[in-house]
């Protein structure tokens, strides 16, 4: 129509266009239909104008439906390319970019597919990593080292399923191939969940349809008996995924929402059959051969898929009970806890020990053949690949009706693994410490101490002994050898070159080191609270020194923050914004690189902050960024574009004056004038509040992200569980106020206002935290 040609005039306008092609867009919601141009540059896709029949009209979905009508994506930002099937042919291609973004392209053949695929390559040499199936040797490779990662406990039990699920192809753009994980658990009715009961979880070795004994003997009879002379045996007539169980689960958040209307007609399907209970649904898939569903990652990370935030009317069922939030075991206290405890189940070392058992079922040598008869894991024939060949048919009409068939059976993954998937190794002894929960009352004393020129500002501690100090009179210094009278101590860098600190900033939030490779010689500091409002960039490398001074704002840097990879730095002012800088792939390495722009400007200026702003947070893992204010509000940005999602508000009304990100996907806000603290799930539920008994100075997040420091005014250190608190470890306190901390794998920096640097062992770990987000997000 003539919207659609007007979006194609706008998007193909100031580039050369090399080719263009037939596609579709892959989304949730549907299949976009249109065109896709492909420029020295650039890759656009043009719709052509139909909206997916699966939401057409649905208000939800129209913003997302307005945004796929013209897509354009820099070549340059492309940083994975992988090949995937759509309805069992491989004519699909799946791109990602820098932000995590990502998607889904069908073409009319395989033809067409290598001709994008291979132009791509050719602009793109350096920054595409193809997962490609047909390169066996390369795929095994990489599949090979995945698992040994896994075996060595590199990766926990989620990151390597939602790892194994991408190189099978699952995507969370397609729902017919959305990403599965297991059930683990069997108990929804006990009081208290014991993680050190064997009984309370699910059998891994056995698929939801032979988890009862009677159940199982009904499944292998029906195989038994069944006979027909074009349909092979199979134990269950349905699947552990396909669209409509991801839209069961995913019910109650948009654009979902829409998408299960739209697939009953514009209304909510019978109450009965809807997502009401967790113990309910697993009954329900023990003990039925037409239910036999897994689950999928949201519920080991995203609380708000059992919540109604939305306020449907989801109708009442039979027994008389309104279906509104998903009802709970009654040993969750609520969504988020449920989601904690779900994800600790996942990772814990009954799990780990038999992960493998279900491995071999879904991506394994158990997937399909004797192996798999054996195992009652045996589906219907068309949910296998090889079984049917949609492109060998002639009749349209015969395609769209397998093409529906297969969109209601379920898709089987592509087996990855044709023998027996090896168990994980046994989980390393405990630290002499002890682990989590138990803390040892018995104050930690320091095992070194130093005491330095001038008061530290900021510390940045690297795996070894080595450290980088910056003190209050701008002098960047690396330590190295034990903490200790012996250290020795290198000025970094030229003093003068570095403006003066203005008077009233607090420097500590002022400036910020980063080492993209924990090494601090090659640590990079930003500073502000520069008296001429400029934001530095200066680095330990190569002799050190400023590479780049900033002169955006208008008025004093309060704060600045770098993202780990050195690729994002965010600063707030007292002019009331925040100003997020991208440096690219490169990060500030690249400031040193031949071309470099000399004033690079902000990607974005983050506006409508109700006073001062205080502190800031980024995160290139969540991909977000934090900016809070003295009015008590803390907003969270999306890098990708600078938009606001979320506003945090203290519930003391008071200023804000330390943020954290978790990568966990947790906001911790710290307040001075209440001696409080609160943390937030990054979708807004608030987890818990605490006060203190004295001022927090400075706050940093262990390695791992799940235990919290706190160093307070007082002189004293705390550690606690990020989620719940528990106390860790007790400090011996410090001889005068903590003014900042670091730390590393290999133990605790903390320094104070009388110019000691103390050295303390580390926090023992706080167990797997439960991310209050999806990080392997689904496509915007």
């Known amino acids: 129509g003539e919207a659609a040609a007007e979006a194609e005039a706008v998007a193909l306008e100031g580039d050369s266009q090399v080719f263009s092609l037939e596609a579709d867009l892959v989304r949730p919601h549907g299949l976009l239909p249109g065109r896709l ?17 699966r939401v057409a009209g649905a ?26 099937r759509y309805l069992m042919v491989h004519t699909a291609l799946e791109l990602l970019d820098d932000d995590g973004d990502s998607i889904l392209l069908n073409f009319r053949t395989k033809r067409s597919r290598t001709q994008v695929r291979s132009w791509i390559k050719r602009k793109c040499s350096l920054t595409y990593r193809d997962r490609d199936r047909s390169a066996r040797t390369a795929f095994g490779k990489m599949l090979s080292e995945l698992q040994e990662a896994w075996q060595r406990r590199e990766l926990s039990n989620f990151d390597y399923l939602m790892k194994l699920n991408e190189m099978a192809g699952r995507s969370y753009n397609d729902l017919n191939q959305y990403p599965v994980l297991p059930w ?27 988890q009862d004994p009677a159940q199982a003997d009904l499944v292998r009879q029906t195989y038994e008996l069944f006979d027909d002379p074009d349909i092979p045996r199979f134990h269950y007539g349905s699947h552990y995924s396909t669209m409509g169980f991801v839209l069961y689960y995913l019910l109650r958040l948009e654009p979902f929402t829409s ?9 909510f399907d019978h109450a009965d059959r809807l997502f009401h209970s967790l113990g309910q649904t697993y009954h329900s898939c023990t003990h039925s051969s037409s239910d036999v569903k897994e689950l999928i990652p949201e519920l080991f990370c995203l609380p708000d898929v059992l919540l109604n935030r939305n306020g449907l009317s989801l109708g009442t069922r039979q027994d008389g009970q309104a279906v509104d939030d998903v009802r709970l075991p009654p040993w969750a206290s609520d969504a988020v806890d449920f989601v904690a405890k779900h994800r600790a189940a996942l990772e814990c070392d009954h799990v780990s020990e038999r992960l493998h058992q279900w491995v071999d079922l879904i991506f394994g040598a158990k997937q399909r053949g004797p192996a798999a008869a054996g195992a009652l894991n045996v589906f219907f024939y068309l949910t296998y690949e090889g079984t049917v060949d949609l492109s060998g048919l002639s009749s349209a009409e015969g395609r769209r009706a397998l093409q529906a068939q297969i969109e209601n059976f379920g898709q089987t993954p592509p087996q990855l693994f044709t023998s027996p998937h090896p168990r994980r190794r046994p989980a390393p002894p405990p630290p002499p410490l002890g682990a989590w929960p138990i803390c040892d009352p018995t104050p930690v004393r320091p095992v070194g101490a130093l005491r330095v020129p001038s008061v530290p500002a900021a510390l940045h501690s690297g795996g070894d002994d080595s450290f980088l100090l910056l003190d209050m009179e701008r002098q960047l210094t690396l330590y190295r050898g034990p903490v200790g009278e012996g250290a020795r101590a290198s000025a970094i860098g030229d003093v003068a070159a570095l403006p003066a600190f203005a008077p009233g900033v607090t420097i500590a939030r002022a400036v910020c080191l980063a080492a993209t490779d924990g090494q601090p010689s090659k640590a990079w500091l930003a500073s502000g609270g520069h008296w001429d409002g400029s934001l530095c960039l200066s680095t330990a490398h190569g002799g050190g020194g400023l590479r780049l001074r900033l002169a955006v704002h208008s008025e004093t840097v309060t704060c600045v923050a770098l993202s780990r990879c050195a690729r994002y730095v965010l600063s707030g002012s007292l002019d009331a914004t925040a100003l997020l800088w991208d440096f690219g792939r490169a990060g500030l390495a690249g400031l ?8 690079p400007r902000p990607s974005h200026v983050l506006r409508g902050h109700g006073g001062d702003v205080l502190c800031v947070a980024v995160s290139s893992v969540l991909r977000v960024c934090a900016v809070a204010s003295r009015d008590g509000h803390a907003c969270l940005y999306l890098l990708r574009d600078g938009r606001r999602v979320r506003t945090f508000t203290s519930p003391d009304a008071t200023p804000i004056d330390a943020v954290l ?25 608030r987890v818990w509040s605490a006060r203190l008994d004295g001022g927090v100075s400075c706050l940093s997040l262990s390695p791992c992200h799940n235990a919290l420091l706190l160093g307070l005014d007082t002189g004293d250190v705390l550690a606690w569980a990020l989620f719940d608190r528990t106390p860790l470890i007790t400090y011996e306190a410090c001889p005068g106020p903590v003014v900042c901390l670091a730390v590393s794998e290999a133990h605790l920096l903390v ?6 640097v103390l050295k303390y062992p580390p926090p023992p770990q706080a167990g797997l935290l439960t991310p209050g987000l999806v990080v392997a997000r689904p496509p915007r």
């Open 59 to 84: 208000p939800a979905c129209s913003e997302q439906v307005a945004r796929d009508a013209a897509l354009s994506w820099p070549l340059s930002s492309v940083a994975q390319m992988q090949r995937r």
């Open 37 to 53: 141009y492909l420029s020295d540059s650039k890759l656009r896709f043009i719709s052509s104008g139909e909206a997916p029949s």
């Open 661 to 685: 990100l978790s990568d966990a996907g947790y906001v911790l806000l710290s307040s001075s004038a209440a001696t409080a603290l609160h943390l937030f799930a990054l979708n807004g539920q």
């Open 259 to 267: 998408h299960h209307k739209a697939l009953q007609s514009g209304r």
């Open 751 to 756: 320094a104070t206002s009388t110019r000691h």
């Open 184 to 210: 683990v658990l069997s108990d929804y009715a006990s009081p208290t969940l014991n993680l050190a009961d064997p009984a309370v979880f699910r059998d891994l070795s056995k698929p939801m349809g032979a």
């Open 592 to 599: 040193a690189a031949p071309g470099a722009e000399a004033s």
